[in-house]
């Protein structure tokens, strides 16, 4: 089963990308290094709760 993951940018805090992870397989929080659209540069991406 697969879940919706919001992913936010850790310098402004915008929520930028939506994608999906496996809900089973690991249970820390996905972090991607993704292109902010406010900050203009690449920044790591967390998932929110």
């Keep these: ?3 919706k993951v919001i992913l936010v ?3 402004c ?3 930028n ?5 496996i809900k089973f397989q ?3 929080r996905l972090e991607l ?3 902010c ?3 203009n540069t690449y920044t ?3 998932e929110s709760k």
């Design 13 to 15: 805090l915008s929520r």
């Design 44 to 46: 790591i991406h967390k």
């Design 9 to 11: 940018c850790s310098e």
């Design 26 to 28: 690991s249970n820390k």
């Design 1 to 3: 089963m697969r879940e």
């Design 17 to 21: 990308y939506v994608t999906t992870r």
């Design 37 to 39: 659209k406010k900050c």
């Design 33 to 35: 290094k993704k292109f």
